[in-house]
């Protein structure tokens, strides 16, 4: 099975601007989490869909969103963005029961100027 | 909510050596896991291990999950070990997986 994709893989923005990333789940995987992770607060977590459906959150502001779609594949958003957005952003895929392996794809590296 | 500690923060081995990394958590979880990051920034999965004991060739864990910690064992070290090990925990009804800051760890030739 190929496994967790993301893209873009690098992007720069400036201050203000929104972006858009993209994750595609392993085949079958109904559930994608986002992560992101900041040498200064390490890996946190965004949201979790699964099914099309946000089911958990983090504790992040209303400028970070995310959605689902039919196919699995999930977006997230960052709307008017700040210096301290740029992180790596880290999708995972799983099936969508809690006690089951969670498998990261590469990661999207996000630079606010 | 789950508070993860591992340790140590940073580690130094020669080549050859064995270490023992450690990750404690601070309530009951259904969901363990181990991680390396590569230097590309990936989490690749080691051990899916909310108790017991596994080994895949030189890596192993144990879980003892009535005493709250976590246990990845690296034996003979090598080069290509080096990188940023993560454990990571989920709590029932939460879905998001909590991550220890990560043990830092240098293999040297």
């Known amino acids: 099975k190929a496994g967790v994709t993301q893209t873009p893989r690098y992007l720069i923005k400036t201050r203000g601007q929104q972006v858009t990333l993209s994750c595609s789940p392993i085949?079958?995987?109904?559930?994608v989490s986002w992560y992101q992770q900041t040498p200064g607060q390490g890996l946190q977590f965004l949201f979790e869909?699964?099914?099309?459906?946000?089911?958990n959150k983090g504790n992040f502001p209303g400028r970070f969103s995310g959605r689902q779609f039919s196919n699995s594949r999930s977006e997230m958003n960052v709307s008017t963005l700040e210096l301290g957005d740029s992180a790596l952003y880290l999708c995972?895929?799983?099936?969508?029961?809690?006690?089951?392996?969670?498998?990261f794809g590469p990661g999207t590296r996000l630079l606010v100027l | 909510g789950i508070q993860v500690e591992q340790s140590p923060p940073d580690l130094i081995l020669q080549e050859g050596a064995n270490s023992t990394l450690r990750c404690n958590f601070s309530?009951?979880?259904?969901?363990l896991q181990w991680f390396h990051q590569n230097p590309w920034g990936q989490l690749i999965n080691l051990f899916y291990?909310?108790?017991g004991t596994k080994q895949n060739g030189r890596l192993s864990a144990t879980t003892v999950a009535t005493e709250r910690y976590s246990l990845l064992y690296i034996s003979s070290s090598q080069t290509t070990d080096s990188g940023v090990y993560f454990c990571?925990?989920?709590?029932?009804?939460?879905?998001?997986?909590?991550f220890g800051q990560g043990t830092t760890l240098q293999v040297k030739p």
């Open positions: 995972a895929s799983f099936g969508g029961q809690f006690q089951e392996t969670q498998y």
């Open positions: 085949s079958g995987h109904r559930s």
């Open positions: 869909y699964f099914s099309e459906t946000q089911r």
């Open positions: 309530d009951s979880v259904n969901n």
């Open positions: 291990i909310p108790s």
């Open positions: 990571a925990v989920l709590s029932s009804n939460t879905g998001k997986l909590i």
